[in-house]
């Protein structure tokens, strides 16, 4: 069994800072891709950043400049640095992992986050 365990989330003010982080554990035997996905009311799950365990780094054009994705995969953890945040940021933020297990692979999602950012 796999979990997703996210923590960091919040309320936050426009122009602010937050940092999420999202550790795996169980029964794996590597993580391929790490990766951060939203979903605000009304709309799709979209990709927010992910990133590779050679540290390739993927973004959605409407972060790229302001967020910064990040792994040690030592500890099988992904980050989320989310800087210069808009309104429009807020969401549910889920942790998302490709995993390669003993009958092949696949893929886990963490329970979400809350990330709200208003004045």
């Known amino acids: 069994q796999v979990q997703l365990v996210e923590s960091g989330g919040g309320l936050v003010q426009p122009g602010g800072s937050l940092r999420l982080s999202c550790a795996a554990s169980?029964?794996?035997?590597?993580?391929?891709?790490m990766g951060w996905y939203r979903q605000a009311p009304g709309k799709q799950r979209e990709l927010v950043a992910a990133i590779t365990d050679g540290g390739s780094t993927n973004y959605a054009d409407s972060v790229k400049g302001r967020f910064t994705i990040s792994r040690d995969n030592a500890k099988n953890t992904v980050y989320l640095q989310m800087n210069s945040l808009k309104p429009e940021d807020t969401a549910v933020y889920y942790c998302?992992?490709?995993?390669?297990?003993?009958?092949?692979?696949?893929?886990?999602w963490g329970q979400g986050t809350q990330v709200t950012v208003s004045s």
């Open positions: 169980g029964s794996f035997l590597r993580i391929n891709v």
């Open positions: 998302n992992a490709d995993l390669f297990i003993r009958s092949g692979q696949a893929i886990h």
